[in-house]
T-cell receptor, first 117, second 113 residues
Framework: AQSVTQPDIHITVSEGASLELRCNYS??????LFWYVQSPGQGLQLLLK??????LVQGIKGFEAEFKRSQSSFNLRKPSVHWSDAAEYFC???????????????FGKGTKLSVKP | KAGVTQTPRYLIKTRGQQVTLSCSPI?????VSWYQQTPGQGLQFLFE???????NKGNFPGRFSGRQFSNSRSEMNVSTLELGDSALYLC????????????FGEGSRLTVL
């Protein structure tokens, strides 16, 4: 079955510390992989995506993620967290299937990030 | 460029009623998807529309339906509301059907009493 697992429900880090949010996926086809961020009362904003090519992808707000096919993982990282990064982060997987439905993303349950001053 | 607009932002209904939610995608986007977000189940795909055709549907009962108009605006309808339908309903638009990148609105928060 297709699924996305984010093992950490809630993470607290100190401002300025590094961050890594874990994501593991199970998907039959070659996946598109995404990280989205949601601030309270807001919709989701795309941080970065992986379709193919270089397995280390850069996103907005200083985030990066590394695709590891052998581990079925797509972990999100940031070297130095800012207080404004406090939000909920969602990993998602979709199909690399041109002409198919691309709006059907499978999301993980999310990881809530709190930032200590 | 205006983002995805969802109306209404908040609404309260009682069990048995029906509700219609509206979504205006980003100009030029022809694909619109709907998701339900709840604390227990997370984000779940409802359906996707492209050029007025439903391309895919998630695992929801027939009480959940949608449509897309020729201007790409979309509506979703939930009939015979149940308490469990209380959720944030998110609409997302996409410029193409093969990129997977979605642009989300802020959602319509439905409370069923």
């Amino acid at each position: 079955a297709q699924s996305v697992t984010q093992p950490d429900i809630h993470i607290t880090v100190s401002e300025g510390a590094s961050l890594e949010l874990r994501c593991n996926y199970s998907y039959g086809a070659t996946p598109y992989l995404f990280w989205y961020v949601q601030s309270p009362g807001q919709g989701l904003q795309l941080l970065l995506k992986y379709f193919s090519g270089d397995t280390l992808v850069q996103g907005i707000k200083g985030f990066e993620a590394e695709f590891k096919r052998s581990q079925s993982s797509f972990n999100l990282r940031k070297p130095s967290v800012h207080w404004s990064d406090a939000a909920e982060y969602f990993c998602a997987v979709g199909a690399m299937n041109y002409g198919g439905s691309q709006g059907n993303l499978i999301f993980g349950k999310g990881t809530k990030l709190s930032v200590k001053p | 460029k205006a983002g995805v607009t969802q109306t209404p932002r908040y609404l309260i209904k009682t069990r048995g009623q029906q509700v219609t939610l509206s979504c205006s995608p980003i100009s030029g986007h022809r694909s619109v998807s709907w998701y339900q977000q709840t604390p227990g189940q997370g984000l779940q795909f409802l359906f996707e529309y492209f050029s007025e055709t439903q391309r895919n549907k998630g695992n929801f009962p027939g009480r959940f339906s949608g449509r897309q108009f020729s201007n790409s605006r979309s509506e979703m309808n939930v009939s015979t509301l149940e308490l469990g339908d209380s959720a944030l309903y998110l609409c997302a638009s996409s410029p193409l059907t093969n990129t997977g990148e979605l642009f989300f609105g802020e959602g319509s928060r439905l409370t069923v009493l």
